[in-house]
Antibody, heavy 121, light 109 residues
Framework: QISLKESGPALVKPTQTLTLTCTFS??????????VGWIRQPPGKALEWLAL???????RHSPSLKNRLTITKDTSKNQVVLTMTNMGPVDTATYFC?????????????WGPGTLVTVSS | DIQMTQSPSTLSASVGDRVTITCRAS??????LAWYQQKPGKAPNLLIY???TLQSGVPSRFSGAVSGTEFTLTISSLQPDDFATYYC???????????FGEGTKVEVK
């Protein structure tokens, strides 16, 4: 059974860098065509895709946030890390990591519960 | 970039109603379109992928269809557990990026 969980600070100050870790089980990120993505959701608003890393270390980023995002993986630890620089109040959101399987056409099969990050001084 | 326009933003319905939510793409895209259900305080749950394939474990009252650039999610007979917000999501094969719709809240009439 696939499981993912996000961890990181609940509160960051403006201009700081956010580092979030997604720890997963039930699949290997060395399996062909699978990936782990990050999606966020500001309070009361829609979902926004941020980044995704594939099994082969290929990386994709949202064009609007590309310059602020870094996504990496540690296959041996079953972890994916997202960093976002220069955080501001508009980045306050629940951040989700999610599993992209090989057979579901670009959809996110399983999601972590999410972690709320508030940006405030 | 391809834009996804989801409608309506809010839908008031009763148990037993047939409900349809629409997502329109700004240009022709692949059928890599997914639908999710999200309840307050929870992560989204995949319902449909590749426009019309039902995810394992999802009730058969949910269905997806595509006609040109218009994608639809239909709930054939709304159940109490279905009051939630629904999102479409497209995967752009050319740019390898993902885009979510703005969401449709299905509320009690």
């Amino acid at each position: 059974q696939i499981s993912l969980k996000e961890s990181g600070p609940a509160l960051v100050k403006p201009t700081q860098t956010l580092t979030l870790t997604c720890t997963f089980s039930g699949f290997s990120l060395s399996t062909s065509e699978v990936g782990v993505g990050w999606i966020r959701q500001p309070p009361g608003k829609a979902l926004e895709w941020l980044a995704l890393i594939y099994w082969n270390d290929d990386k994709r980023h949202s064009p609007s946030l590309k310059n602020r995002l870094t996504i990496t993986k540690d296959t041996s630890k079953n972890q994916v890390v997202l960093t976002m620089t220069n955080m501001g109040p508009v980045d306050t959101a629940t951040y989700f990591c999610a599993y992209k399987g090989r057979d579901t056409g670009g959809s996110f099969d399983s999601w972590g519960p999410g972690t709320l990050v508030t940006v405030s001084s | 970039d391809i834009q996804m326009t989801q409608s309506p933003s809010t839908l008031s319905a009763s148990v037993g109603d047939r409900v349809t939510i629409t997502c329109r793409a700004s240009q022709t895209i692949s059928t890599y379109l997914a639908w999710y259900q999200q309840k307050p305080g929870k992560a989204p749950n995949l319902l449909i992928y590749k426009a019309s394939t039902l995810q394992s474990g999802v009730p058969s009252r949910f269905s997806g269809a595509v006609s040109g650039t218009e994608f639809t999610l239909t709930i054939s007979s709304l159940q109490p557990d279905d009051f939630a917000t629904y999102y479409c999501q497209q995967y752009n094969l050319v740019s390898s990026t993902w885009t979510f719709g703005e969401g449709t809240k299905v509320e009690v009439k």
